[in-house]
């Protein structure tokens, strides 16, 4: 019997069902097997992605604990520099010694020298992150710039450079000679600048690190606030920005990095419309400041803060060195008789009055024709025409034989200045009628200065040379008419020193430095070094072209000197070159016509007087980026139409008492005596780099 799949042979359709019962057993063991295998590779690729993942979430865990380490660290820093700050201070010391250099470092590297848990403590189930200072990279703190800022009391001889280990004589050196106090200052604030280094390991379970490392600084200011004491005589120019009329919710201030000291007669208004950053004191007139948030309808709310938030909208406007609300007002000047009267006597008193300088409380009498008849002749020796006039450049000085001499014969008040036997000193130009005025080093020499004054289609040309102690005059194609001697200041008391009072009795059409080809841009430095100089309108001045120092005094940007912020002032660039320009009932307009769209002004400028409405304001096209170095002072405040605006305070305006000749005062009241206190404002954390060496 035939068998078949070991049974008996059967018909042929069985025998075929039998035969396939072989190809599903092999066709199951193969599926079988792969299904074997995609296991397997599902096994190993989860295994891996776990432990790739785990890596991963180590390495990441160890990056944030360095980077929150970094955080610490730095706070730990700025922290521990305020604790060093003293509620008092000894009569002209500085509140943070050289030795708190060492002891913030000291204190960084001994408290974060070994691991530190992150959080003071783990949550359950939570990443134990913990991180330390490199030991083979300890962190640094290392004082870069320390300034202090003063105010001189009378007129004491010139001094310094002064630092905050070597700060200016106090009020206990005072003395007084004549009725004038002398060789005393009122120190206002320390300004501190730190650099910083910090290298910081951070670790999670699994000893996987991260390394990170930032450098930076760290500026404080650090207010005195001495006791009320004797009534002293400030220019203007010791504010960064000074408005008299400001009134509450009204228009809100500009927003952005405001260095130098503000303040107003009337009520700061801050808005929502960006951060403010006032690097130096703050202080107002009026008992609050003004909220206006544009977010919420221009909602307006009056404050005794320094910060304010409605509907969950806050301003909070960064004061630096201090919030003071409540001071007295500033009074203003009266007019500008003394920057007239300065071009006749080098001191701004007038015949017959012991009023020197432009205080609020009384001003010389306005010089009359008959005055100037007396003192001023032209570039042919002809006098200033005693019925008036309305036109003409014309410079004090007299004929000392047959020499042409600058100043005067005649003592132009009760307490002359004398520049040698029989003379009396003057100080500069008086031009009578509108002009334009264009001011430019002489070429070739590193101390004359030029004006170029243009009165219809006249143009005289003054030059004055302090090297061959000349000044000379040309008006149109004349003769050149040389003059021994030059102008010179010495207000209110000491010493002559070269200084130019450039009076307009009129609108100063168009002021520039010196013009490239075409008039479209400035090709150069305006201001000499050297040269000490205020130009004063009887009306309104336009500037119309940059009018720049040869010798910039501050910085434009953040670490332009290592490790210190913009407006910081630059070591050997004080040649004494300084700029004032003044209206007393006139504005102060900008016209631009230079091709770029960018304007530079380095002055202190002042619209400002008693019963006064000046302003600083754009009349001409839309300016791109203007710079103002110096400061701003004005009777209100009006619109700019500017895309950038930055106004730099030029540091040396809080440097004893160094100004524009002749400048607009005020009084103040303040002379310290004894114990100061000290007020540490809140610092400023400058992040210049980050670096992570675990990732290169």
């Keep these: 019997m035939n068998v078949i799949c070991g049974v008996p042979k059967v018909q042929e359709p069985e025998r075929e069902r039998c035969a396939a019962r072989g190809v599903a057993l092999i066709f199951t063991l193969l599926i079988l097997a792969l299904l074997m295998a995609l296991s397997l590779g599902m096994v190993i690729a989860l295994s891996s992605q776990t432990f790739i993942g785990g890596y991963y979430r180590n390495y990441r865990g160890a990056f944030y604990s360095a980077d929150s380490g970094l955080n610490i660290s730095r706070q730990a820093m700025v922290n521990e520099i305020l604790s060093l700050v003293p509620t008092t201070v000894t009569l002209g010391s500085q509140p943070l010694s050289a030795g708190a250099v060492t002891s913030v470092q000291n204190y960084i590297n001994t408290t974060y020298n070994q691991w530190t848990s992150i959080g003071g403590g783990q949550a359950t189930n939570s990443w134990p992150g913990q991180f330390e200072i490199n030991p083979s990279n300890t962190a640094t703190f290392a004082l870069a710039n320390c300034t202090p800022v003063f105010t001189k009391v009378g007129t004491p001889p010139a001094g310094g450079p002064y630092t905050c280990a070597s700060p200016p004589p106090a009020s206990s050196t005072c003395s007084t000679a004549a009725g004038i106090t002398t060789n005393c200052y009122i120190i206002n604030s320390f300004q501190y600048t730190y650099n910083y280094t910090l290298d910081v390991l951070g670790e ?36 960064g920005t000074f408005i008299d009329q400001y009134a509450a919710c009204s228009s809100m201030f500009v927003p952005g990095t405001l260095t130098g000291p503000f303040f107003t007669n009337g009520s700061w208004n801050f808005g929502d419309t960006g951060p403010y950053i006032f690097t130096d004191s703050v202080g107002s007139a009026s008992a609050t400041a003004s909220y206006i948030f544009s977010q919420e309808g221009g909602t307006c709310q009056n404050q005794a803060a320094a910060s304010d938030t409605y509907r969950g909208d806050s301003i909070t406007p960064q004061f630096q060195a201090g919030f003071n609300l409540g001071q007295n007002k500033v009074p203003l000047p009266q007019n500008d008789f003394s920057q007239k009267w300065a071009v006749l006597d080098g001191k701004g008193c007038g015949e017959g009055s012991n009023v020197c300088g432009n205080l609020s409380s ?29 036109s003409g450049v014309y410079l004090p000085y007299f004929m000392n034989g047959s020499t042409p001499t600058f100043g005067s014969q005649i003592p132009p008040s009760t307490n002359p200045c004398t520049a040698g036997t029989g003379i009396y000193v003057a100080g500069g130009i008086y031009v009578e009628g509108n002009a334009t005025v264009t001011i430019a080093p002489l070429s070739g020499s590193t101390t004359a200065q030029v004006y170029t004054i243009v009165q219809g289609g006249t143009t005289t040309t003054v030059t004055i040379n302090p090297t061959t102690n000349q000044t000379s005059i040309k008006k149109g194609s004349g003769s050149t008419k040389v003059i021994t001697g030059v102008p010179q200041n010495c207000s209110p008391a000491g010493s002559a020193y070269n200084a130019t009072m450039l009076y307009v009795d009129g609108n100063i059409t168009s002021l520039s430095g010196p013009e490239s080809g075409g008039g479209s841009a400035s090709s150069g430095p305006a201001i000499q070094n050297g040269t000490a100089l205020t130009i004063t309108a009887a009306g309104n001045v336009t500037i119309t072209g940059d009018i720049r120092y040869a010798t910039e005094p501050v910085t434009f940007t953040q670490n332009q000197i290592p490790g210190t912020p913009a407006d910081t002032l630059i070591p050997g660039n004080n040649f004494g070159q300084v700029l004032g320009i003044f209206t007393a009932t006139g504005q102060i307009q900008m016209n631009n016509q230079q091709s770029s769209g960018n304007l530079e002004i380095d002055a202190s400028i002042a619209m400002i007087s008693a019963g006064g409405s000046g302003g600083w304001i754009n009349t001409g096209a839309h300016i791109n980026t203007l710079n103002l170095i110096g400061g701003r002072i004005a009777n209100q405040a009006l619109s700019g139409n500017t895309t950038t605006r930055n106004i730099y305070f030029d540091r040396r305006f809080a440097q004893g008492g160094f100004a524009p000749p002749w400048y607009p005062s005020t009084t103040v009241t303040t002379v310290p005596t004894g114990v100061e206190d000290s007020t540490a404002n809140t610092p400023t954390v400058s992040r210049v780099q980050w670096l992570c060496k675990s990732c290169q």
């Design 204 to 239: 999670v379970k699994g000893n996987e690190q991260s390394e990170l490392a930032e450098n930076g600084n760290i500026s404080i200011n650090v207010s005195i606030s001495p006791p009320t004491g004797t009534t002293i005589n400030q220019s203007f120019a010791a504010w």
């Design 362 to 390: 009384s001003a010389p009498p306005n010089p009359n024709a008959a005055t100037l008849f007396t003192y001023l002749k032209d570039a042919n020796g002809v006098p200033y025409p005693v019925s008036g006039a309305t």
